[in-house]
T-cell receptor, first 110, second 112 residues
Framework: GQNIDQPTEMTATEGAIVQINCTYQTSGFNGLFWYQQHAGEAPTFLSYNVLDGLEEKGRFSSFLSRSKGYSYLLLKELQMKDSASYLCAVSRTGGFKTIFGAGTRLFVKA | DTAVSQTPKYLVTQMGNDKSIKCEQNLGHDTMYWYKQDSKKFLKIMFSYNNKELIINETVPNRFSPKSPDKAHLNLHINSLELGDSAVYFC???????????FGSGTQLSVL
């Protein structure tokens, strides 16, 4: 089976840095996605990691360690508009589906 | 211009009714999906079609029936609606299976 764990909620201050962790257990790991979902809107793609290491994209970076079944999403220079849910999702080599974690709701305060 | 569009955005109906949600993508993608997001915001896959063929059919009541008339469309028909069907239903597409998903804006279904 599959299991994806991430914290339910986090709070951070505008301008700060926040790290959202995700751990997963799965057979036949293919890659790990991060999506952002604002309240009442659709999820939108942020990043995709296949190999170990850090992928940087502007204020957002995503890290993957396949041996540890661990990923994190790093958000720098937080802005109020970053208040949203962040969904960790895993795709497997066997099978055709992407499985989502329950999401981490991030609150950015002034 | 909308990449993945689904209609309606809101659907309020009585228990026992039958309803449909339509989805279309203009991205030229081969794979389309239906996801259900419950009140706890957990996004769960229901179905997936690749080139009009069903490739994923999760443990979903057979009151839910997807139909893909062509690669760009994936509709969801729900018979005998129940209170527990109330959720937001998202259509999505990807170029190939296991690639990044593009989501529609969601259909909020409320069964009274």
């Amino acid at each position: 089976g599959q299991n994806i764990d991430q914290p339910t909620e986090m709070t951070a201050t505008e301008g700060a840095i926040v790290q959202i962790n995700c751990t997963y257990q799965t057979s036949g790991f293919n890659g790990l996605f991060w999506y952002q979902q604002h309240a009442g809107e659709a999820p939108t793609f942020l990043s995709y990691n296949v190999l170990d290491g850090l992928e940087e994209k502007g204020r957002f970076s995503s890290f993957l360690s396949r041996s540890k079944g661990y990923s994190y999403l790093l958000l720098k220079e937080l802005q109020m508009k970053d208040s949203a849910s962040y969904l960790c999702a895993v795709s497997r080599t066997g099978g055709f589906k992407t499985i989502f974690g329950a999401g981490t709701r991030l609150f950015v305060k002034a | 211009d909308t990449a993945v569009s689904q209609t309606p955005k809101y659907l309020v109906t009585q228990m026992g009714n039958d309803k449909s949600i339509k989805c279309e993508q203009n991205l030229g993608h081969d794979t389309m999906y239906w996801y259900k997001q419950d009140s706890k915001k957990f996004l769960k896959i229901m179905f997936s079609y690749n080139n009009k063929e069903l490739i994923i059919n999760e443990t979903v009541p057979n009151r839910f029936s997807p139909k893909s008339p062509d690669k760009a469309h994936l509709n969801l028909h729900i018979n005998s609606l129940e209170l527990g069907d109330s959720a937001v239903y998202f259509c999505a597409s990807s170029q190939q299976v296991r690639e990044k998903l593009f989501f529609g804006s969601g259909t909020q279904l409320s069964v009274l």
